[in-house]
């Protein structure tokens, strides 16, 4: 198997546990079983409290290259920094206990990161309700080396005024390969107090020093979703964690060459990441939702509507038809069970041939899945003119 120039580089993997028994096993083997072998595994257990550390432990005991390190819970920063701190290659990567990677995932950013200080790739990424996605980075496959070129990156990698979209480069740090030298002078000074986004500190302060960037497309993580993890979870001090956030990374930015371009970033994500954590984090009723998107309901006033699509878009369409008095008659979504665990009243698409009706209102952002719901409508015999969509207006992203 040729290796590329970095073949005899150790890489120090670190993986962070705590409370992830069921999954850990499967991420550690997935390390393992990687087509390039000179790897060190450091796991980190951040005070566990089921059987994740000896399942680590056992599993140490046939593998010599898996380092444990034990710490009373202090949170996933601390957890890394341990980590750093005991790391002997020159390169590290993060991989989280619950999550699981590619054989070639190593040797492939391995191999890039010979000529850039940061090698980013995509991720499947597993959505609620089973459903995955590959995310990857918003800029275009390639190596980027040089002010003018990383100048590119970090005019937008945080928020795209063009293009309307939060945090362009992924955010997150396990996708990534990073060199060892400036991946612990950035943790000796990163706050261990930050428990939200604190993926996304280290990253845009590590940027700040890079001189090359490659991006793959390319997906090598496996990112599981769990609704009771602390990222899923009701959050009351996010606001206070989001400010957080900005704190560690206001000075950073304002003393860089791009200070000007990168503070309005960070504080378009600020307050984007206000809205959606007032929506969806901290517990807050309905009343006090913050719409996303502004329906186009233009002559509907008096019509009996039908509502199609629960997600972001239906459920700021519902809430703003019912606010100003429309009849809305029904609201459906295939994935109705889900909606309905949430409180949401919404059915199944299956009713929808029981009611009478004026219009079946499609609340989707994308034109082509607007387009899959009226062709599956049309198909089952409802009239292609009383099937309505137009592109809703985005508040904020």
Request: aromatic fraction near 10%; glycine fraction near 6%; charged fraction near 25%.
């Amino acid at each position: 198997m040729e290796q590329g120039q970095c073949a005899k580089e150790l890489v120090s993997i670190i993986v962070p546990v705590y409370n992830v028994a069921p999954y850990i096993r499967k991420c550690i083997e997935s390390i393992q079983r990687q087509t390039y072998q000179k790897i060190e595994i450091i796991v980190v257990d951040d005070g566990s409290v089921d059987c994740s550390g000896e399942i680590c432990e056992d599993m140490a005991m046939h593998d010599s290259r898996i380092k444990m390190i034990r710490q009373e819970n202090a949170g996933v920063v601390t957890a890394r920094c341990r980590g750093v701190e005991g790391a002997d290659g020159k390169y590290i990567m993060f991989i989280d206990g619950d999550d699981w990677i590619e054989p070639a995932m190593v040797e492939v950013l391995l191999n890039e990161i010979v000529s850039s200080d940061l090698v980013t790739s995509g991720v499947y990424y597993q959505e609620a309700m089973n459903r995955t996605v590959e995310r990857y980075d918003g800029f275009r496959e390639g190596r980027y080396r040089g002010e003018g070129q990383m100048d590119e990156l970090l005019k937008s990698m945080l928020y795209d005024a063009d293009l309307e979209c939060v945090q362009r480069l992924t955010p997150w740090g396990v996708n990534k390969i990073f060199r060892s030298e400036l991946v612990r002078e950035i943790y000796k000074g990163l706050d261990s107090d930050i428990t939200f986004a604190e993926d996304s500190v280290f990253l845009y302060k590590y940027l700040l020093h890079c001189q090359s960037v490659s991006i793959i497309h390319q997906c090598y993580y496996h990112y599981r979703y769990r609704p009771e993890s602390a990222m899923h979870a009701v959050n009351r001090r996010m606001l206070m964690d989001i400010n957080k956030v900005y704190l560690a990374l206001e000075s950073d930015f304002r003393k860089h060459r791009m200070g000007e371009s990168l503070l309005y970033q960070l504080q378009r994500w600020v307050m984007i990441m206000s809205c959606r954590a007032i929506n969806s984090h901290m517990g807050f009723c309905s009343q006090a939702h913050v719409p996303e998107y502004i329906a186009d309901a233009g002559g509907l006033q008096d019509k009996k509507i039908i509502l199609y699509g629960a997600g972001k878009v239906g459920q700021d369409t519902y809430s703003q038809l019912r606010r100003f008095h429309y009849q809305v008659i029904l609201w459906v979504d295939k994935n109705y069970c889900f909606y309905q665990e949430k409180g949401l009243p919404v059915v199944s698409p299956d009713e929808i041939f029981d009611k009478d009706y004026d219009a079946v209102m499609i609340a989707v952002k994308e034109q082509e899945m607007a387009n899959t719901i009226r062709t599956e409508l049309c198909d089952r015999g409802i009239s292609d003119s009383v099937v309505l969509w137009n592109q809703p207006i985005r508040v904020f992203d």
